[in-house]
């Protein structure tokens, strides 16, 4: 008997210690989240906004002046074979060769343009808060890793819940409350002490796998300059940077511009 109650005690010791490491792993899961799904689009957004619009600009005028020196060297090719100059052909030429750099510019409009709809979006304090509220009841009672024995059901629910959350849906976060609600709650059955233990190393690992990947997370863009974002003087000298390396493109754009103007001449006067 004396055994029997020790044994007990030591089963109730470990359901409380789960019960607290999964309290735990649900924070920590929250953050991360909290960290992929809004804080990071959020700085990149902010990014775009005060920088990524000016790299944008630079972008533009890089590749205007890279195509302007491909010209050149076609048209200087043409002459010097005494060619005609056929300027649909080299047009079209310029455009094939062109296409990775508009791909590469499109993908920078659409950062940009995301940047602006989404600041542009944003929910209010109070539905911030409500939007957080919902969610953290639902990682306790759908997430995977605090709730393993998922029916198909509560997994396709969960994942419905993920793209949810991703998209800042308020209306959606609520209606699918609502349809856990009037789901039958499971009855989780007492488990043995070897399979607690098992559960409790597991538990703690998983938090600190987590933790881990957040601290790398910190490290790199756009949670490295989260606080430079915030600095006026930090924010404007970027955007000198990048206006002067747009003036330096653009004064290659002129003299490749120059060049062709000169080249064409240069055939003119040939055939005359």
């Known amino acids: 008997m004396t055994q029997a109650l020790k044994l007990s005690a030591e089963i109730i010791k470990l359901q409380e210690d789960i019960a607290s490491l999964k309290q735990e792993l649900g924070k ?81 409009y659409q950062k940009v343009k995301e940047a602006e709809d989404r600041l542009n979006s944003l929910m209010s304090d109070d539905q911030n808060i409500e939007f957080k509220k919902l969610y ?47 789901q039958d709650s499971s009855i989780e059955l007492p488990s043995s002490k070897d399979i607690l233990e098992k559960q409790q190393t597991k538990l703690a690992k998983q938090i600190q796998k987590i933790i881990n990947n957040m601290s790398e997370l910190k490290q790199g863009f756009p949670f490295n300059i989260a606080g430079k974002l915030a600095d006026k003087a930090w924010v404007n000298t970027k955007v000198e940077e990048i206006q002067e390396q747009i003036n330096q493109w ?10 062709i103007k000169a080249l064409l001449v240069i055939k003119e006067t040939r055939i005359n």
């Open 28 to 108: 920590v899961i929250i953050e991360r989240d909290e960290m992929l799904n809004t804080v990071k689009p959020n700085l990149e957004a902010e990014y775009q906004k005060k920088i990524g619009y000016k790299e944008l600009e630079r972008m533009e005028t890089e590749i205007t002046a890279r195509r302007y020196k491909r010209q050149v060297e076609l048209i200087r090719a043409a002459v010097n074979r005494q060619e005609s100059i056929e300027e649909n052909r080299i047009e079209k030429q310029l455009d094939d060769e062109f296409q990775e750099w508009y791909k590469k510019i499109n993908e920078q």
């Open 250 to 259: 653009q004064e290659k754009c002129e003299h490749y511009e120059a060049l």
């Open 136 to 182: 953290r009841q639902l990682v306790f009672k759908l997430h995977p890793d605090l709730n393993p024995n998922q029916t198909k059901d509560e997994e396709n629910l969960w994942h419905r819940i993920q793209l949810t959350y991703k998209s800042g849906d308020l209306e959606e976060m609520r209606s699918l409350m609502i349809i856990l609600e009037t």
